[in-house]
């Protein structure tokens, strides 16, 4: 595999289109946090639904440009990064009120998608419907687990983060072998991340063993900075 062929145009700190991300993720803040419905509000379910289908929406929504402009790859742009699983994480839970999904939405939500924000970087030049797409995309995983548990009334299930830690191990170790099979690198588990990240030391496999502390670290910091939102029922 050429790491060389994962070419991505990061997004200069400090530029216009940094800032304007970082307002996209300050309206999905103010969205959330200030004008969305609360538990115990009627309109809840519908809008969670409409949440759930509108985050689908937006995954889709880049699918569609990237093949109308021709730069769609099976080898790049397949949704099997952490943060694309949130986001279909997310719809499963909204719309199908499946739990298990939002367990691990929890953990890959916030901590997957906040790296995309230290270190944003897109498939293409930074045009305005793929930036409002990118930033939408990890605001939404980012903000979206801890809105719902904070005004949702969801519950991570005590216990059950090394349940999810060890998930995403396997989940790692086997995007390993579809990346080779695919010529891709998902994940990030074949090759180091095409971006200056200061959380991946060195090469394949050294940057692993640092991505491996960083998860249990990140997880675990997560699990106990929340820990009054605990449950004891785990569908996990």
Aim: proline residues 6%; hydrophobic residues 50%; neutral net charge.
């Amino acid at each position: 595999m050429n790491p060389d062929q994962y070419e991505m145009v990061p997004i200069e700190v400090g530029s216009f289109v940094w800032y304007a991300g970082y307002g996209i993720l300050l309206g999905i803040i103010v969205a959330l946090f200030f004008f969305a419905p609360r538990v115990g509000d009627p309109r809840m379910t519908k809008w969670e639904k409409f949440l759930g289908w509108f985050t689908l929406a937006n995954l889709v929504w880049y699918t569609v440009m990237a093949l109308f402009d021709g730069i769609y790859m099976v080898e790049e742009s397949l949704p099997l990064h952490m943060c694309s699983f949130g986001q279909v994480l997310l719809f499963i839970h909204l719309v199908y009120k499946k739990d298990w999904a939002f367990q691990l939405l929890a953990y890959w939500g916030p901590l997957g998608g906040i790296q995309a924000f230290l270190t944003p970087a897109l498939e293409t030049e930074p045009t305005f419907g793929y930036v409002l797409q990118f930033y939408l995309a990890h605001g939404l995983v980012v903000l979206a687990p801890i809105y719902l548990m904070v005004h949702g009334g969801r519950r991570l299930a005590k216990e059950g983060v090394w349940k999810v830690i060890i998930l995403t191990f396997i989940i790692g170790f086997a995007m390993m072998g579809i990346n080779a099979w695919l010529g891709s690198n998902y994940m990030y588990v074949n090759n180091p991340p095409p971006v200056d990240h200061p959380l991946v030391q060195g090469e394949w496999p050294g940057y692993l063993v640092w991505i491996k502390m960083t998860v249990i670290f990140l997880f675990l910091g997560f699990y106990y900075g929340f820990r009054r939102y605990w449950t004891t029922n785990s569908p996990i």
